[in-house]
Every structure is written in structure tokens, then in C-alpha cells.
């Protein structure tokens, strides 16, 4: 209370205080970045105040510098739409190298608010403007192409770790091929999973099924070190015991590939994998690479064109996180999203509806009503031990009816012990028709 003179009539001191605490309850709830000591006053509280709109007012600016380079593009974009028929190479050429420099133009934009620590409501907030943004990118594709229809079945399946670095697909994959996203911690294969089981009936014949594991995985390091981690079993067991390190190929080059390749090779032997000629093709993400070399192959034999196409992917959303000044060496997301992926349409990944970039959002996938132990522990791992979300706790559930999403919400908090005391959950119904999310709580 140094900064208020204590030689001041005692009622005007008394009240200075009440406010003086007053202002620094709001300056704790709302502005997590400022740090408050016993020694903190409400001028530097002001100050940082002050800080914090001048970097308003250069995002203002960056923005309205970005506004100018989107008209330049949309610019770009006519000129080579009237170019004619007869250069049709190049004008494919351009216009999928302008639709990179959009995606990293759009995610630069929209990360440049982006806090290190955010609240729960915060969170749900940077949740609504990326639908808005979303919404708008449907909108927009919309007006000159077909209608986004749902899938009856998927020419590709992902079976990613939920993790909130291991982000490629963009929105413009999900229009060219009918993609299903699957997140579950570890990427395990595990054959009793509901999810797993109703993702292989949903690939057609032929199809192919990406494993994609990635570097820091914090399924794997736990693995690594599962001594320190017993303990933990009651909340993470069975994770735990599908994640599998050994090396069993000279393909797999450190424990994250061992992992990711021992999963993939798990699945090939499923047998209705087999009578149905699906491929099971290992990946892994190295968000820490940024050329070619950050999604790699890691099969035998001639790389599958499907891993080139969302390689490209995976260079854009790195670039994005980098020009975003993300740190990605550590884990930290604000909120874990629990989605019923298969009723979320085209769109089938919760980050690109939600327009989530890297080190934004954990996923963690669930069938419906019914929620297996991989996925409750999917979302124990996380709120135990991931930055920013172990804190704030925030459990958003995505789905489409308001009746399944209560029934998850329950079951959530019937079967974990850490839910029940950490979650914060909270439901975002989805509109598949309009592509909006809206907040029931
Ligand atoms: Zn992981």
C-alpha cells in the first residue's frame, strides 16, 4: 500500500485501499499476463494498461497492412482466372500458391492478439471470432462452387496424436478430398476403441489411413519415463501401455517414429483392413523442421502422393506459427476440444471449424454417447499436464445435438476423477448447414 500516503484522513485512506484492491482483482482475472506482487502498485497497472494499447494500435496497423495485400491477392486471383484456357498449368500454379500465402496471411492475422495465459472465457472467445472466421471461408467458397456436402465415406482417414502442435490439414483439403480427423493422445491403435472401430467402417475400399505421430509427443516422453510416471497410471494406464517405443524397424529413426510406426503396423494387421485393401501409410509431423523434411514418410517404399499433398500443408501452418511468433517447444493450449468428429460434416477436424492453429487447442475425438477409456484419457492427459489448459481447466464438447453433447458432458465427469475436479466444460453447439458454433454454457 505504498503508493497511497498514509498521512491521509483514515476513511479516504480506507476507501483508496478498497479500490486500489478493487482494480487489481480485475487486473488478476482479466489480464494474466500481469504479473502482481505485494509490491505492485495501480500505476503499474496503468502502465501495462498502456502498453497494451499501443500493441493494439501496431496489430491495428499490421492489419490494416495484411487488408491491403488480401486485395492485391483477390486481385491476383481474378487476373489469372481471365487468363484463358490455354495457360491453364500456370494458373493452376498461381492460384495455389496465392491460396498458401492466403492461409498464412489469414492465420498471422488472426494470432496476433493471442495471449500466453488465457482464462476460460478468453478462450471461448478466441474459439468464436476463428468460427467467424470460418464461417466466412465456407461463405465464401460457397458463392462460387457447389455446396459442401457431409460424406457418406472417406477417401482418407488421419489418426493423429490430439496434440496441439500436430496440426497440418487446412480448410482447402478438406474441399479437394473427403477427409476424416481423428485425435486421440499417443496416436495409439487400439483395436477395442469405438472410435477406431467406426473409422475403419467409414473408409471406403481402398482407401488409405494416415498415422500421424510427432516430435516432443508427450505420450511418447511419458513412455520414456514411466517410472516417474506411476502415479499416473490411474489417470493415464492405458495410454501408457498402447504407446510402444520399441524398435522394431530400421524405418523408425527415434522413439516418436518407433511409436508411430509400431501403431500403423498394429492396424495393417486388422483384418478388415486387409480383406478391404486399405493402406495404413506412417507419418510423423516435425513441427520443429520447417522445409521439407517436417512431414516425413515413414513406409517403405515409393512416398504416397497423399503425404506430398498435405506436406505442403504442414509447411503453411509452420510457416503461420512462426510469423505468429509461437513458441512451440513446449505444449500450451487454451482450451481441449472434444468432438464427435464424424457429425461434424466435411470439416471433420475441430481446428480448421475453429480455425485453430498451432498450439492452440488440444482434440481429442469420441464416437458419440458412448466414450472409451483412450478417450477419457486423452483428455486426462492434457489437464494434467499441458500448459495454460491444466490451468483454466476448459473442456469444450463440439456437436451437434444439444441431447448427445449433455450425455457426454456427464459421462465426462461420471468417468474421470480429474474432470470432475479440473473441467470446466462447456458445450458449443455446431450448425453444420451455416458452419457456426454457438455457446449453450
Ligand atoms: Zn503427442
Same mark, same amino acid.
Given at each position: 500500500?505504498?503508493?497511497?500516503?498514509?498521512?491521509?484522513?483514515?476513511?479516504?485512506?480506507?476507501?483508496?485501499?478498497?479500490?486500489?484492491?478493487?482494480?487489481?482483482?480485475?487486473?488478476?482475472?482479466?489480464?494474466?499476463?500481469?504479473?502482481?506482487?505485494?509490491?505492485?502498485?495501480?500505476?503499474?497497472?496503468?502502465?501495462?494498461?498502456?502498453?497494451?494499447?499501443?500493441?493494439?494500435?501496431?496489430?491495428?496497423?499490421?492489419?490494416?497492412?495484411?487488408?491491403?495485400?488480401?486485395?492485391?491477392?483477390?486481385?491476383?486471383?481474378?487476373?489469372?482466372?481471365?487468363?484463358?484456357?490455354?495457360?491453364?498449368?500456370?494458373?493452376?500454379?498461381?492460384?495455389?500458391?496465392?491460396?498458401?500465402?492466403?492461409?498464412?496471411?489469414?492465420?498471422?492475422?488472426?494470432?496476433?492478439?493471442?495471449?500466453?495465459?488465457?482464462?476460460?472465457?478468453?478462450?471461448?472467445?478466441?474459439?468464436?471470432?476463428?468460427?467467424?472466421?470460418?464461417?466466412?471461408?465456407?461463405?465464401?467458397?460457397?458463392?462460387?462452387?457447389?455446396?459442401?456436402?457431409?460424406?457418406?465415406?472417406?477417401?482418407?482417414?488421419?489418426?493423429?496424436?490430439?496434440?496441439?502442435?500436430?496440426?497440418?490439414?487446412?480448410?482447402?483439403?478438406?474441399?479437394?478430398?473427403?477427409?476424416?480427423?481423428?485425435?486421440?493422445?499417443?496416436?495409439?491403435?487400439?483395436?477395442?476403441?469405438?472410435?477406431?472401430?467406426?473409422?475403419?467402417?467409414?473408409?471406403?475400399?481402398?482407401?488409405? @489411413? /494416415?498415422?500421424? *505421430?510427432? &516430435?516432443?509427443?508427450?505420450? $511418447?516422453?511419458? #513412455?520414456?519415463?514411466?517410472?516417474?510416471? !506411476? %502415479?499416473?497410471?490411474?489417470?493415464?494406464?492405458?495410454?501408457?501401455?498402447?504407446?510402444?517405443?520399441?524398435?522394431?524397424?530400421?524405418?523408425?529413426?527415434?522413439?516418436?517414429?518407433?511409436?508411430?510406426?509400431?501403431?500403423?503396423?498394429?492396424?495393417?494387421?486388422?483384418?478388415?483392413?486387409?480383406?478391404?485393401?486399405?493402406?495404413?501409410?506412417?507419418?510423423?509431423?516435425?513441427?520443429?523442421?520447417?522445409?521439407?523434411?517436417?512431414?516425413?514418410?515413414?513406409?517403405?517404399?515409393?512416398?504416397?502422393?497423399?503425404?506430398?499433398?498435405?506436406?505442403?500443408?504442414?509447411?503453411?501452418?509452420?510457416?503461420?506459427?512462426?510469423?505468429?511468433?509461437?513458441?512451440?517447444?513446449?505444449?500450451?493450449?487454451?482450451?481441449?476440444?472434444?468432438?464427435?468428429?464424424?457429425?461434424?460434416?466435411?470439416?471433420?477436424?475441430?481446428?480448421? @471449424? /475453429?480455425?485453430? *492453429?498451432? &498450439?492452440?487447442?488440444?482434440? $481429442?475425438?469420441? #464416437?458419440?454417447?458412448?466414450?472409451?477409456? !483412450? %478417450?477419457?484419457?486423452?483428455?486426462?492427459?492434457?489437464?494434467?499436464?499441458?500448459?495454460?489448459?491444466?490451468?483454466?481447466?476448459?473442456?469444450?464438447?463440439?456437436?451437434?445435438?444439444?441431447?448427445?453433447?449433455?450425455?457426454?458432458?456427464?459421462?465426462?465427469?461420471?468417468?474421470?476423477?480429474?474432470?470432475?475436479?479440473?473441467?470446466?466444460?462447456?458445450?458449443?453447439?455446431?450448425?453444420?448447414?451455416?458452419?457456426?458454433?454457438?455457446?449453450?454454457?
Amino acid at each position: 500500500m505504498n503508493e497511497i500516503p498514509q498521512h491521509i484522513p483514515i476513511k479516504i485512506y480506507s476507501i483508496l485501499k478498497k479500490y486500489k484492491a478493487k482494480i487489481l482483482k480485475i487486473a488478476a482475472e482479466d489480464y494474466p499476463d500481469f504479473i502482481i506482487t505485494p509490491e505492485t502498485t495501480v500505476t503499474d497497472f496503468h502502465k501495462h494498461l498502456r502498453n497494451e494499447a499501443m500493441k493494439t494500435r501496431v496489430n491495428e496497423k499490421k492489419i490494416k497492412e495484411a487488408e491491403s495485400m488480401v486485395m492485391a491477392i483477390h486481385q491476383l486471383v481474378y487476373r489469372s482466372e481471365t487468363k484463358g484456357r490455354s495457360r491453364e498449368v500456370e494458373k493452376t500454379k498461381e492460384i495455389v500458391r496465392i491460396d498458401r500465402d492466403w492461409q498464412l496471411l489469414r492465420e498471422h492475422v488472426s494470432e496476433h492478439h493471442l495471449r500466453k495465459v488465457l482464462s476460460a472465457k478468453q478462450a471461448k472467445k478466441l474459439l468464436l471470432e476463428g468460427n467467424e472466421r470460418y464461417v466466412e471461408e465456407i461463405h465464401g467458397y460457397q458463392s462460387h462452387h457447389e455446396k459442401i456436402e457431409k460424406p457418406k465415406e472417406y477417401d482418407v482417414v488421419i489418426i493423429a496424436c490430439g496434440d496441439g502442435r500436430n496440426v497440418f490439414p487446412l480448410f482447402r483439403d478438406f474441399i479437394n478430398q473427403r477427409i476424416l480427423v481423428i485425435q486421440i493422445a499417443g496416436n495409439i491403435y487400439d483395436q477395442d476403441s469405438a472410435v477406431i472401430k467406426d473409422t475403419i467402417k467409414k473408409v471406403k475400399n481402398g482407401g488409405e @489411413i /494416415l498415422f500421424v *505421430g510427432h &516430435n516432443n509427443c508427450g505420450a $511418447v516422453e511419458a #513412455k520414456q519415463h514411466v517410472a516417474k510416471y !506411476t %502415479a499416473e497410471a490411474q489417470y493415464t494406464g492405458k495410454l501408457l501401455e498402447g504407446v510402444d517405443i520399441s524398435h522394431n524397424s530400421h524405418l523408425a529413426h527415434d522413439d516418436y517414429e518407433a511409436n508411430t510406426f509400431n501403431q500403423a503396423a498394429k492396424m495393417k494387421k486388422n483384418r478388415t483392413i486387409v480383406e478391404r485393401s486399405i493402406k495404413v501409410i506412417p507419418c510423423l509431423f516435425d513441427f520443429k523442421n520447417k522445409g521439407d523434411n517436417c512431414f516425413k514418410y515413414l513406409g517403405e517404399g515409393k512416398e504416397p502422393e497423399i503425404v506430398t499433398d498435405f506436406r505442403s500443408s504442414a509447411i503453411a501452418r509452420i510457416a503461420a506459427a512462426r510469423n505468429a511468433g509461437k513458441d512451440l517447444t513446449v505444449q500450451s493450449v487454451h482450451s481441449i476440444v472434444v468432438a464427435v468428429s464424424t457429425d461434424l460434416g466435411a470439416f471433420t477436424d475441430p481446428r480448421v @471449424i /475453429l480455425d485453430a *492453429g498451432l &498450439n492452440d487447442i488440444f482434440v $481429442v475425438s469420441i #464416437k458419440g454417447k458412448r466414450i472409451d477409456q !483412450t %478417450a477419457i484419457e486423452s483428455i486426462n492427459f492434457p489437464l494434467r499436464h499441458v500448459d495454460n489448459v491444466k490451468d483454466n481447466g476448459n473442456i469444450v464438447i463440439l456437436a451437434t445435438s444439444k441431447e448427445v453433447a449433455d450425455e457426454i458432458s456427464k459421462q465426462l465427469k461420471l468417468k474421470s476423477a480429474i474432470i470432475r475436479e479440473k473441467g470446466m466444460i462447456s458445450i458449443a453447439l455446431y450448425n453444420q448447414e451455416t458452419g457456426r458454433i454457438e455457446f449453450l454454457s
